[in-house]
């Protein structure tokens, strides 16, 4: 057997005024209750250190700016890169990252994975980023990734990590199954995602009965066909107006569901998994190498 203990730190709401460093009070306080339940890595959600703004409509470039990050660590989070240390815990945490590259701004809609002597691993840039980039008044809240963010140019890579092959998306990527397989076809054991997802799609009323299924088919579809763990983290609760789903949870490569969060707010709960459990998963029924046919998958790589 191969144990890690893996925490879900699930966040309630952030407020718009909250600042970057009572949010980091709030993590550090989820891992050091990780720390004594024996975990070995906490997952915290997307974008977990400031309220989520693409749900709102943000023209001053400025402002804009402000919630990213321009760095990392940066002073506002070195705290929870300190206490990872300390605490010998490592994390995975979704942030807005601001970054200067091919001579220009870019912003990116990102997630890193951290070990435990509180150094990164590995970066992961969102790929399937959900919404658009006009102006929707008529709507109760935006959805503006599309706006805010550029589609992220890191693949989905997998890294030697925790024991194990450790891989990253977030959020929407959860829904499609290609970002599974991406990873899967390098071995995934263990797949880390947090989420920000809206009880109500002004798009798609008719499914807002059906976030919590929805959330847990994909997810769980996922682990099972690719023989992973996947390890998916919300930010919950009702944040300045706009109703999230909670329900975070640990998923086995069985595709059940092993533990689960029960309310909306700051919770923590913690999964014994056995990253050996994805070996008859692998070597038997999806066995890629031995039963896909990729000669009939074509279709799915062309535009
Ligand atoms: N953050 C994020 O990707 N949220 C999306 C909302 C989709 S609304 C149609 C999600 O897939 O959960």
């Not at 001053?60 to 300390?86: G, H, K, Y």
């Not at 840039?125 to 658009?132: A, C, D, Q, S, T």
Request: glycine share 10%; charged share 25%; proline share 5%.
């Amino acid at each position: 057997a191969r144990i890690l203990n893996v925490g879900i730190a699930q966040l309630g709401p952030i407020s718009r005024n909250e600042s970057r460093q009572d949010v980091v009070v709030r993590l550090v306080a989820l891992m050091e209750d990780a720390a004594r339940m024996g975990c070995d890595l906490v997952v915290y959600p997307e974008a977990a250190l400031t309220a989520f703004f693409p749900h709102w409509w943000i023209d001053d470039e400025d402002e804009l700016d402000s919630w990213f990050e321009r760095a990392m660590p940066n002073p506002a989070v070195q705290p929870l890169f300190d206490a990872a240390r300390r605490l010998k815990v490592g994390f995975h945490l979704g942030y807005a990252e601001l970054a200067f590259e091919d001579g220009r701004k870019r912003r990116f809609n990102t997630a890193i994975l951290v070990g435990k002597d509180g150094e990164i691993i590995g970066k992961y840039r969102k790929i399937h980023l959900p919404g658009y980039t006009d102006r929707r008044p008529g709507d109760p809240f935006q959805n503006l990734e599309k706006r805010y963010f550029e589609v992220g140019n890191l693949g989905f890579p997998v890294w030697h990590a925790f024991g194990g092959r450790v891989g990253m998306m977030i959020c929407n990527d959860r829904r499609w199954p290609e970002s599974y397989r991406v990873m899967g076809l390098q071995g995934a054991e263990l797949i880390l995602l947090g989420y920000n997802t809206p009880v109500h799609n002004p798009a798609m009323p008719e499914t807002d009965d059906l976030g919590n299924f929805h959330n847990q088919l994909v997810m769980q579809s996922g682990a099972y066909q690719n023989g992973t763990w996947v390890v998916g983290v919300a930010r919950a609760g009702v944040e300045e107006g706009v109703d999230q789903i909670g329900q975070s949870c640990v998923i086995a490569p069985s595709g059940e569901v092993v533990v689960q969060c029960t309310t909306l707010g700051d919770e923590l709960q913690v999964a014994r998994c056995d990253l050996d459990l994805c070996n008859s998963y692998k070597t038997s029924i999806f066995n890629f190498a031995k039963h896909r046919r990729p000669e009939h998958y074509g279709l799915i790589v062309e535009r």
